[in-house]
T-cell receptor, first 110, second 114 residues
Framework: KNEVEQSPQNLTAQEEEFITINCSYSVGISALHWLQQHPGGGIVSLFMLSSGKKKHGRLIATINIQEKHSSLHITASHPRDSAVYICAVLDWAAGNKLTFGGGTRVLVKP | KAGVTQTPRYLIKTRGQQVTLSCSPISGHRSVSWYQQTPGQGLQFLFEYFSETQRNKGNFPGRFSGRQFSNSRSEMNVSTLELGDSALYLC?????????????FGQGTRLTVV
């Protein structure tokens, strides 16, 4: 079993729909990151969380440390949100190494 | 402020050769981390350098090595290339350290081993 599991693996939405991506992890963490990767490979860091909730524009990230679960929400989705979203955790027991989920491929149709 | 620059962007090498990839971090950032991304394994952590010292290392064979210079620029070297080393290699710079502070990624170097 992977230490970081994301669901769903693929997601197709219509423009303006509300999107939720989930990340569950099995290790003790000191931080969790949400990353966005567009075709071509470039990665952008969206959020770094250690507790609670963060919001940036139409993106909201939440984390529940007790349940070892985080969610990334995209409100009023737009075709430009089409990308792969990756969850990564900072595993303190492994010497503070980043461990990545397999990614969620999101396609937003106009 | 200039972003993270990786060179070259694309590279084709033959099995058995060695390769060196370069990463120039954002000015003022002292941490550079390297990652390998393949379709089968996804993103995997290679190593992190901070102030010229390797601070963390992933589970990769000794053929993968790196170093960091006094200006924080980092190089990654892979010796005796194998077909399975074909991947997108990404570096990320941060002020404090990989994962503890916001990371800024380069565009990556796509390595193809033939």
């Amino acid at each position: 079993k992977n230490e970081v599991e994301q669901s769903p693996q693929n997601l197709t939405a219509q423009e303006e729909e509300f999107i939720t991506i989930n990340c569950s992890y099995s290790v003790g963490i000191s931080a969790l990151h949400w990353l966005q990767q567009h075709p071509g490979g470039g990665i952008v860091s969206l959020f770094m969380l250690s507790s609670g909730k963060k919001k940036h524009g139409r993106l909201i990230a939440t984390i529940n440390i007790q349940e070892k679960h985080s969610s990334l929400h995209i409100t009023a989705s737009h075709p430009r949100d089409s990308a792969v979203y990756i969850c990564a955790v900072l595993d303190w027991a492994a010497g503070n190494k980043l461990t990545f989920g397999g990614g969620t491929r999101v396609l937003v149709k106009p | 402020k200039a972003g993270v620059t990786q060179t070259p962007r694309y590279l084709i090498k033959t099995r058995g050769q060695q390769v060196t990839l370069s990463c120039s971090p954002i000015s003022g950032h002292r941490s550079v981390s390297w990652y390998q991304q393949t379709p089968g394994q996804g993103l995997q952590f290679l190593f992190e350098y901070f102030s010229e010292t390797q601070r963390n290392k992933g589970n990769f064979p000794g053929r993968f090595s790196g170093r960091q210079f006094s200006n924080s620029r980092s190089e990654m070297n892979v010796s005796t290339l194998e077909l399975g080393d074909s991947a997108l290699y990404l570096c990320a710079s941060s002020f404090g350290g990989a994962g503890n502070t916001e990371a800024f990624f380069g565009q990556g170097t796509r390595l193809t081993v033939v």
